[in-house]
């Protein structure tokens, strides 16, 4: 079993910043793809940004260049900057862990940005 936990989400005006931790733990053999989605209200999960075991990202158009997704893996965790923030990234966030075919996902943090 693997268990992920995220980390600082809050409320913030637009324009600031926010980081976002998430760490997983248990019985890990390797973790490869770590990733944050979001759930807007009223809204589907989409995928913020992806990060490989080696290193390769991808992100949402609409975070491009304000986030940046990055990764310890001796720790098994993976962080996201958050710059810029607008209203509409205001969502619950949550990180997922792929594991020997399997999603482990966070309990979620929830981000709010007032305009």
């Known amino acids: 079993q693997v268990q992920v936990v995220e980390s600082g989400g809050g409320l913030v005006q637009a324009g600031g910043s926010l980081r976002l931790s998430c760490a997983a733990s248990g019985t890990i053999f390797r973790l490869y793809a770590m990733g944050w989605y979001r759930r807007a209200p009223g809204k589907q999960r989409e995928l913020v940004a992806q990060?490989?075991?080696?290193?390769?990202?991808n992100y949402a158009d609409s975070v491009k260049g304000r986030f940046t997704i990055s990764r310890d893996s001796a720790k098994n965790t993976v962080y996201l900057q958050m710059n810029s923030l607008k209203p509409e990234d205001t969502a619950v966030y949550y990180c997922?862990?792929?594991?020997?075919?399997?999603?482990?996902w966070g309990q979620g943090t929830q981000v709010t940005v007032s305009s």
């Open positions: 990060i490989t075991s080696v290193g390769s990202t």
């Open positions: 997922n862990a792929p594991h020997l075919g399997k999603d482990y």
